[in-house]
Each structure stands twice: as structure tokens, then as C-alpha cells.
């Protein structure tokens, strides 16, 4: 029976994946855990939910004793923009925070998983088709982070046999809770502001193609790859994974098919348009496909049309 730890469960992958944890692996196997906990979350009121401050390493350990845990998702950390604007900071949880993970997993022989981004590639790195194994060589705190990460995670399986996994998140598009301070928050914000004012101005520009995803498919790919069996994984650095390269204009287009006189006009924000232009166009999933079938149902189309769905539902 799998006992799971979430950390930043309140965060926009946590609130989507607990709750399918939840569902999938019985509400006492899972506990959420964050530095928040706002009155009303379904996240802490639908099951166990403590508070955690992951740079507190015996705060972890104690959690993980107990409930007698035995995997770690490991999700808190800052996004990009907000990595940006507070750089030491980034660095004392996203690296502080998986280092304490890390060690407790390593300790307790846990099974560990913590999302690595596209974040991790850089100016240098090939930027069409970018493959799994590159040069990364990323100019932003974030991809910094996200890089040594990945880095740390291999050693820790390399050096002690701990089962860490991991995938390169690209824009994750959702609609239970809000992305907190990354480059493509636009990509979310653009479908709320739809229904709501017919119109979005997009701080990224025309024409900067980034690679998204939908929740559900990031969900899947979690679970997915957290079941693979151990032997079917040659790549133990963190797997590209994406289902689409899209830039401002498409959405738009989509978005049109729904609500026609929709309206995209840009204000760019010169910080987060240099982030975007340091990151790749388009990845290469091959490997996750090949080795843990990872294989995303959302093409833009279907995203937005679910989105637009859930959101006016929740009006
Ligand atoms: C961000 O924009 O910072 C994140 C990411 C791609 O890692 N959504």
C-alpha cells in the first residue's frame, strides 16, 4: 500500500494531483502538506493535510515517521518569475528544500519524485526538438535550481540507490488553482480573462512558442511514471515531457472557436519575455514515450475547450 507525502500541495500541480492521489490511492494514503493553509481549500479539508516547512528537514522526517510514508512528491518550490525577483531566496528552497527531501527519502528508503522544467535548458541549449540529453546551461535562478536538481536527484540514485524520478514540466494550463509567478502564467491567465472581458493582454510577445501541457495529462504523467517498473527506465535524469508548442496567437485562435470576438493585444514584460526566449521552442518526448509510455490526450483544441467548460462552471 502506498503511503504518499505531498509537499506544496497547495501549489497549481499539488491542489490537481492530490486530488486525483486521493481518488486513485485512498484519501488516508495521502497527505497534502504546505506552507499555507487557506480556510475552504479542498485540498486541506477533503483529507489529511499538515502544515510543513520543507527547509525544516526534522519538520519532514517527523511527518514522514508519522504516517509512516513511503514516497515523497516533491513540489514546493518558486516558479520562475518570482525566482527572478528574489533570486537567495529561490535558492534557499527550491535547493535547501530538495536537499532536506531528499535526505529523508534517502534515510527512510523512499521512493522519490520532484519536477524538474524546461526551465533547465538555456540560450545554448538546442532550440527546436531540444532532446534529453543536452547542453543546459540555463540563465535564470530558476533554471539554476531546476538544473542542480536534477543533477542532485541523479546522484542521490547513483550514490545511494534512492529512487528519484522526475520530468521537465513545460507550461502546465489549469483550472483549480492559479500558477504563483511563472513565465507561462499567460497561458492560464488568457482563458479566465476570456470569460471574463472578452479580451487578454499577453506580457509575453507574438510569435514565442513555448511548450504547454494540460493538468490532466501532467497528472497522468506523474502517476505514470512513478508506476513504471524500476528496469524499464534507462534515462534517470528527468524526462521531457510535453503535448504541445504553442505561442500567444494560438491561443487566441483557439480561443476564438469558443467565444469569436475574442480579443489578444500584448504588453510585454521585458524580464519574463527574456525568460521565454531562453527556453526552447519545441522538446523531443521520445524517451518518455518510449520508456514509460507517456502519452498526453490534450491537443490545444481539447484543452480549451475543457477549460473554457470548467471555468464557466465555476463562475
Ligand atoms: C514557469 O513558467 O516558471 C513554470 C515552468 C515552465 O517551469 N511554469
Same mark, same amino acid.
Given at each position: ?24 490511492? $485512498? ?12 480556510? $475552504? ?70 521512493? !522519490?519524485?520532484?519536477?524538474?522544467? *524546461? ?7 538546442? @532550440? ?14 530558476? $533554471? ?26 513545460? $507550461?502546465? *494550463? ?28 499577453? !506580457? ?70 527574456? *525568460? ?13 514515450? @518510449? ?25
Amino acid at each position: 500500500m502506498k503511503k504518499i507525502l505531498i509537499t506544496g500541495a497547495l501549489g497549481q500541480i499539488g491542489t490537481a494531483l492530490t486530488a486525483r492521489m486521493r481518488e486513485k490511492y $485512498g484519501t488516508e494514503n495521502v497527505l497534502a502538506t504546505d506552507i499555507h493553509k487557506p480556510e $475552504g481549500s479542498t485540498v486541506v479539508e477533503n483529507g489529511l493535510f499538515e502544515y510543513l516547512d520543507v527547509t525544516n528537514y526534522t519538520a519532514i522526517e517527523e511527518l514522514v515517521e508519522k504516517y509512516k510514508i513511503d514516497t515523497i512528491i516533491h513540489l514546493a518550490a518558486l516558479l520562475s518569475a518570482v525566482a527572478e525577483a528574489k533570486p537567495q531566496l529561490a535558492w534557499e528552497l527550491n535547493m535547501g528544500g530538495l536537499m532536506n527531501a531528499l535526505e529523508v527519502a534517502r534515510i527512510h528508503n523512499l521512493k !522519490f519524485f520532484t519536477p524538474s522544467s *524546461i526551465g533547465a535548458f538555456g540560450p545554448q541549449t538546442p @532550440k527546436d526538438q531540444t532532446p534529453q540529453v543536452t547542453l543546459q546551461r540555463p540563465t535564470t535562478m530558476y $533554471g539554476v535550481t531546476k538544473v542542480s536538481g536534477e543533477l542532485l536527484c541523479d546522484y542521490y540514485y547513483h550514490k545511494f540507490n534512492v529512487d528519484t524520478r522526475s520530468v521537465r514540466f513545460p $507550461g502546465l *494550463i489549469s483550472y483549480e488553482a492559479l500558477p504563483g509567478g511563472g513565465t507561462t502564467d499567460y497561458a492560464v491567465d488568457i482563458y479566465y480573462k476570456a470569460l471574463e472581458q472578452n479580451a487578454y493582454t499577453s !506580457f509575453i510577445d507574438r510569435g514565442t512558442y513555448m511548450d504547454m501541457m494540460y493538468m490532466p495529462d501532467a497528472v497522468e504523467a506523474i502517476i505514470r511514471l512513478m508506476e513504471a517498473p524500476v528496469n524499464q527506465l534507462i534515462n534517470r535524469n528527468a524526462f521531457n515531457v510535453s503535448a504541445m508548442s504553442v505561442c500567444p496567437e494560438d491561443f487566441e485562435k483557439a480561443i476564438q472557436k469558443h467565444i469569436p470576438d475574442f480579443k489578444l493585444s500584448f504588453e510585454v514584460d521585458p524580464v519574463r519575455q527574456s *525568460i521565454a526566449e531562453s527556453w526552447p521552442n519545441s522538446i523531443d518526448t521520445t524517451c518518455a514515450r @518510449k520508456e514509460w509510455n507517456f502519452s498526453p490526450k490534450y491537443t490545444l483544441e481539447r484543452m480549451t475547450a475543457d477549460m473554457l467548460e470548467k471555468l464557466n462552471k465555476k463562475k
